[in-house]
C-alpha cells in the first residue's frame, strides 16, 4: 500500500502535468493568433517545437501517474469500482487518446513548416495550411485537456 503522502504527490504531478500541457497549448494558440499570418515562420517554428516538446513530457507523465494513481485507487477500493467511476475513468482515457492522436497530428504539422521554411520554398500555401493544423490542434488539445481535468476533479471526489 503506498503512503497518503506519495499519494497526494503521484496526483498532484498528475494534475500539473495536465494542467502544463493545457497551458501551453492554450499560450501557443494565443501567441499564433497574435502573430501575422504572414509573419516570419521562425516564431511558430521555435514555438511550435517547445510546445509540442512539452506537450509530449507532459503525455508521458500524465500516462504513467494515471496508471499509478488508478492502482492505487484500485487498492483503496479492493479493486471494486463504482460503475460511475468506471465511466468517468473510461472517458478520461478516451480524451487522453484524442489528445495523443492530436498532439501527434501537431508534430506533424511542425515539420512541415520546418522542411518548408529549411529548404525556402516558397511553399506558403502548405506553411499556412501547417500553422492552421497546429492553431486547431492546439485549440483542442487545451479543450480535451479541460475537460478531463474536470472529469479527474469527479474522480478525486469519489
Do not use: Y
Amino acid at each position: 500500500m503506498i503512503s497518503p503522502v506519495a499519494r497526494t504527490i503521484l496526483l498532484w504531478v498528475h494534475a500539473c502535468a495536465g494542467a502544463i500541457w493545457i497551458a501551453a497549448a492554450a499560450s501557443f494558440v494565443i501567441a499564433a493568433l497574435a502573430t501575422a499570418e504572414e509573419a516570419d515562420t521562425s516564431t511558430i517554428r521555435r514555438a511550435g517545437s517547445a510546445i509540442n516538446r512539452i506537450g509530449l513530457f507532459a503525455m508521458v507523465a500524465v500516462v504513467l501517474t494515471g496508471i499509478i494513481n488508478t492502482f492505487v485507487a484500485g487498492e483503496m477500493r479492493n479493486f471494486a469500482f463504482s460503475q460511475s467511476f468506471v465511466v468517468v475513468l473510461a472517458l478520461k482515457i478516451v480524451a487522453l487518446a484524442a489528445m495523443i492522436v492530436i498532439l501527434n497530428r501537431c508534430v506533424r504539422a511542425h515539420r512541415i513548416i520546418a522542411a518548408e521554411a529549411d529548404a525556402e520554398i516558397s511553399g506558403r500555401n502548405a506553411i499556412a495550411k501547417a500553422r492552421t493544423q497546429l492553431i486547431v490542434g492546439n485549440s483542442l488539445v487545451a479543450a480535451i485537456g479541460g475537460l478531463a481535468m474536470i472529469l479527474g476533479l469527479w474522480l478525486l471526489g469519489t
